[in-house]
């Protein structure tokens, strides 16, 4: 059983489109981290949230951790080609929050 | 400062064969992990550790060993390979709970 749940698992639009992508447990979570991964790279820090119903933005995404922080979402408004990519969100558990899980990841690719 | 450092970058098995990954920090970060990526499955946790001297099964621990006798190192040790074990391996570490996690470029192992 995942222990972070992704979704959509793909996602294929066009350039402009407003998309939003979702992960959801049934795990309460010291903090939710968002990653993006390009092929034949490591996945890279996009966000940490923390605070039950934080919300932070970084230009066109916006990234939302649940009341409950069960869940989060990330929502990119405009796509553009750029931001294609493998999106992961990570989640701290064990003990003291040391170990960080994935989920398994949303495939986004963007058309011109 | 060189980040996170992994060897080797390619690597071909036979079955049964053993090998160590290398894997080096020069932050100076107390968490350091292993992963293994799947097409489809995210990446799934083998190992972490919170310190030297410290380490703990993560969500696919079976037939990988590791240990961490500095800060910098934490090699990650196949014992006797399998097919089952061709994937790509991400070393990470990070500084503490909430932190940015840095990942390795990645090993990519096949076991025939």
């Known amino acids: 059983t995942q222990l972070l749940e992704q979704s959509p698992q793909f996602l294929s639009i066009q350039e402009g489109e407003n998309l939003t992508v979702y992960c959801n447990s049934s795990?309460?979570?010291?903090?939710l981290q968002w990653y993006r991964q390009e092929p034949g790279e490591g996945p890279v820090l996009l966000v940490t949230?923390?605070?039950?119903?934080e919300v932070k933005k970084l230009k066109r995404l916006t990234f939302q951790f649940g009341d409950a922080r069960k869940d989060s979402s990330l929502h990119i408004t405009a796509a553009q080609p750029g931001d294609t990519g493998l999106y992961l969100c990570a989640g701290a558990r064990g003990q003291a929050g040391t170990a960080l899980i994935f989920g398994k990841g949303t495939t986004l690719s963007v058309s011109s | 400062n060189a980040g996170v450092t992994q060897t080797p970058k390619f690597q071909v098995l036979k079955t049964g064969q053993s090998m160590t990954l290398q894997c080096a920090q020069d932050?100076?970060?107390?968490?350091m992990s292993w992963y293994r990526q799947d097409p489809g499955m995210g990446l799934r946790l083998i190992h972490y550790?919170?310190?030297?001297?410290?380490?703990d099964q993560g969500e696919v621990p079976n037939g990988y060993n590791v240990s961490r006798s500095t800060t910098e190192d934490f090699p990650l040790r196949l014992l006797s390979a399998a097919p089952s074990q061709t994937s790509v391996y991400f070393c990470?570490?990070?500084?503490?709970?909430?932190?940015?996690?840095?990942f390795g470029p990645g090993t990519r192992l096949t076991v025939l």
């Open positions: 795990s309460v979570f010291s903090s």
């Open positions: 990470a570490s990070r500084r503490g709970r909430n932190n940015e996690q840095f």
């Open positions: 949230v923390v605070t039950g119903g």
């Open positions: 550790s919170v310190g030297a001297g410290i380490t």
């Open positions: 932050m100076n970060h107390e968490y």
